[in-house]
Structures are given as structure tokens and as C-alpha cells.
T-cell receptor
Framework: EDQVTQSPEALRLQEGESSSLNCSYT??????LFWYRQDPGKGPEFLFT???AGEEKEKERLKATLTKKESFLHITAPKPEDSATYLC???????????FGTGTKLQVIP | GAGVSQSPRYKVAKRGQDVALRCDPI?????LFWYQQALGQGPEFLTY????????KSGLPSDRFFAERPEGSVSTLKIQRTQQEDSAVYLC?????????????FGEGSRLTVL
């Protein structure tokens, strides 16, 4: 069974303090790894898709990287508006079934 | 519409009542997904439709849960004889090409509370 584990569960950063969120996965055959952002009371919002080890994607202060066992979401010089829960998910080739981790709740303090 | 629309946003049901949750996907999106999200957890897959065909319902937790998408657009998730453990946010998502790209468009969810 596919497993996605995210750490830490919660992270509190000062504005401008860069850090990384981790997503480790165990799947039979990775077809895609995805990062989403979820604000309170909202549905998840798509950020990135990574398909193969070594791939990197960037968007504003966020950069996602992928290895054969884990993915990192790097946040550079975060701002308070980056506060949200960040979800990692994988598609392992099941019938369109995307498996999500439990998320990392990020709080950026001004 | 501009995004995925779900209704009702909030539903309180007494244990044993039946509920119906509606999802209106983005126009033209072939794929539609239902997820269940418990407090503090990630979304968990319930079921998947491609047009009107329900291709995967392996995530439905019991036979009290039923989903349909009769004309390939609007979908309804029905829960019969609700139990307290059914309390959660039910998320609907749609996409043009399924889950492969990862770019699922989610609605804001329907929060179900069973008393």
C-alpha cells in the first residue's frame, strides 16, 4: 500500500527565515509527486508536479525537489501570507487514486 | 463556473439521517473525484468518475456511501444512515485529464457534522 509521510507536522518560522518541509514516500511505482497548499476552510490548491528524481520546480518563494525516496519543499525568505498547510501526494498508477500525506502546518510570524 | 462548487458548505445531521452532498465541477472537466478529510488529516480518496462512469469506488468506507454522476457533470455523494464517524469535510475535485498531472481543482468542501 502506498504511504506518504510528511514532517514536521507543524513548523513556525520568523518572516524571512528559510526552511524545508519533507515528504517521504513508499510506492510500488511513482508516476507523479504533487504538492498542494491548503488554507483553513478551503480546498487544496495545486502547486507542483514532479515526475522523476532530480527534477525541480519553482514558484515565487517555493522550490520543490524530488529524489527516489523523498521530496522537499524549500521555502526561501517566507512571508506571513505563506502560512498554510502544505500537502504532499503521490500517484502510483492506481486508477487515478492520488494518496495524500497528513500535511505540514506552516506558520510564518511577522 | 469559474471553479468547483460544492453544496451545502455545512451540514448538521442527526445520527441515522441520510445526507446528499452536491458537486458542480469545472465545465468540460472529464474527471471528478471525491475525497474525505478528517480534522488534522490529509484528504483520503473515496471515488473517481470519468464522465458518467464510476471507475474506482475502492475508497468508499461502507455500503452506506454512494456516489453518482448520471450525466457526466454534476455529482452527488449520498450517505445513508449517518454515523458519528462520518463527520468530516467532503472534498470534490475535477480535472481535464485525470490525476496524472496532479493538477486537481478542489472545491471548498462540505463540512458534515453528525450528532
Amino acid at each position: 500500500e502506498d504511504q506518504v509521510t510528511q514532517s514536521p507536522e507543524a513548523l513556525r518560522l520568523q518572516e524571512g527565515e528559510s526552511s524545508s518541509l519533507n515528504c517521504s514516500y513508499t510506492v510500488s511505482g511513482l508516476r507523479g509527486l504533487f504538492w498542494y497548499r491548503q488554507d483553513p476552510g478551503k480546498g487544496p490548491e495545486f502547486l507542483f508536479t514532479l515526475y522523476s528524481a532530480g527534477e525541480e520546480k519553482e514558484k515565487e518563494r517555493l522550490k520543490a525537489t524530488l529524489t527516489k525516496k523523498e521530496s522537499f519543499l524549500h521555502i526561501t525568505a517566507p512571508k506571513p501570507e505563506d502560512s498554510a498547510t502544505y500537502l504532499c501526494a503521490v500517484d502510483s498508477g492506481g486508477y487515478q487514486k492520488v494518496t495524500f500525506g497528513t500535511g505540514t502546518k506552516l506558520q510564518v510570524i511577522p | 463556473g469559474a471553479g468547483v462548487s460544492q453544496s451545502p458548505r455545512y451540514k448538521v445531521a442527526k445520527r441515522g439521517q441520510d445526507v446528499a452532498l452536491r458537486c458542480d465541477p469545472i465545465s468540460g472537466h472529464v474527471s471528478l473525484f471525491w475525497y474525505q478529510q478528517a480534522l488534522g488529516q490529509g484528504p483520503e480518496f473515496l471515488t473517481y468518475f470519468q464522465n458518467e462512469a464510476q471507475l474506482d469506488k475502492s475508497g468508499l468506507p461502507s455500503d452506506r456511501f454512494f456516489a453518482e454522476r448520471p450525466e457526466g457533470s454534476v455529482s452527488t455523494l449520498k450517505i445513508q444512515r449517518t454515523q458519528q464517524e462520518d463527520s468530516a469535510v467532503y472534498l470534490c475535485a475535477s480535472s481535464l485529464e485525470g490525476a496524472r498531472s496532479g493538477e486537481l481543482f478542489f472545491g471548498e468542501g462540505s463540512r458534515l457534522t453528525v450528532l
